[in-house]
């Protein structure tokens, strides 16, 4: 079995996937995330997809089980370094990533992880407040 | 040989044979000069079905 690791960035975990997992990978994968989300108190969790030449249900499934997961863990989960040929194969099947945030890169994708960080800062401050601060992709980081 | 008519089989009985069947599958479509973005889905629905199995 691959046992993928799990790097600390911040307050951030980084998962680089690097080959095609089994589902016994997968769920020792998200056993891990779920023990290291907790341990450091993660706001996300970022998934480097760069040296993924395929995304097939199956892998979608675990992007959305993983994202499902960090949620309940107060954490959101971002997809980064997807391939094109990939965007639109996953768009051509009609798989929807659902609960997953995507970013071109892992900068950006860090950058996603601390505007929402602040942005529910901002709800857990004002339970209304959603509607007066949009939070725009040109919003610097706080 | 991996080309254009040419017929390939391939048993699948475990997690590792998905893998052999992607690498299977996009050699051929390589061979017969499929765009990457073609490969990607050929491979996608190959991967499918083999995970299915």
Known sequence: MERVLILQLGNALLV??????????????Q???AERIVAIGAAGVVIDISAVEIVDS??????????????V???????VGMRPAV???????????????????LEKGLAILDRLAARRGIEDAHPDADAE?????????? | MTGAGSVAQMPIRTGADVVRVRQLVRGHAQAVRLSLV???????AASELARNM
């Open chain 1, 16 to 29: 680089s996937i690097q080959l095609y997992l089994q589902d016994d990978s997968v769920v020792a994968l």
């Open chain 1, 31 to 33: 056993e891990d995330l």
């Open chain 1, 58 to 71: 199956f892998t979608g499934r675990m992007f959305a089980s993983i994202a499902a997961l960090s949620r």
């Open chain 1, 73 to 79: 863990l107060d954490a959101e989960t971002v997809v």
């Open chain 1, 87 to 105: 965007a639109i194969t996953l768009v051509e099947l009609g798989l929807p990533l659902e609960g997953v945030h995507t970013a071109l890169d």
């Open chain 1, 133 to 142: 601060q949009p939070v725009t992709p040109s919003a610097p980081a706080p």
């Open chain 2, 38 to 44: 073609n490969q990607t889905k050929l491979v996608t």
